[in-house]
């Protein structure tokens, strides 16, 4: 019978110094909310709303009248 040989681990080669980056400045959490993101949306869709509205106003109240001037005279 032969001897078994046992097998040692080999030591890895030096490869370098690790990087370890220096951060100037950490990063903070700071906690945050769509709230007031929400408040303004919502503002500036009832804004475009009462344009909107405005608008048609003006366009068929001008229709409607010479419509109806053109009827009654």
Do not use: D, Q, W
Request: hydrophobic letters at 45%; charged letters at 30%.
């Amino acid at each position: 019978m032969e001897a078994e040989e046992i097998m040692h681990p080999v030591a890895v080669p030096f490869a370098g110094i690790p990087f370890v980056p220096k951060i100037a400045s950490r990063t903070r959490v700071k906690p945050f909310s769509f709230e007031e993101r929400n408040k303004r949306m919502l503002a500036l869709k009832a804004e475009k709303i009462r344009t909107a509205i405005e608008a048609e106003r003006k366009v068929t109240n001008g229709f409607f009248i010479k419509y109806m001037c053109v009827i009654y005279f």
